[in-house]
């Protein structure tokens, strides 16, 4: 659950990120109202914790689970 969280709180971040990029447009600011605002730095923080946990998944190893539908295996990773 926690993994999800994360990788939601990472897109919304890069969504953010490439709506700068491209046009200078600060979604979160925006919404938030402005750069400075305690919301604003919430959600920025949140973002950048979000992006130290999911650099975990490089490290992760693959679960193998069995399925007692199918009766095969599959690899996940969350």
């Not at 999800?4 to 971040?13: F, M």
């Not at 950048?48 to 399925?67: H, N, Q």
Request: charged share 15%; proline share 1%.
């Amino acid at each position: 659950m926690l993994d999800k969280i994360a990788l939601t709180l990472l897109i919304i971040g890069g969504i953010n990120w490439g709506s700068v990029g491209l046009f200078q447009f600060d979604i979160v600011a925006w919404i938030c109202g402005g750069q400075t605002g305690i919301v604003s730095r919430i959600i920025y923080a949140l973002v950048g914790l979000s992006a130290l946990w999911c650099v975990t998944f490089l490290f992760r190893e693959r679960a193998v689970t069995d399925t007692p539908d199918k009766g095969e295996l599959s690899h996940d990773t969350m």
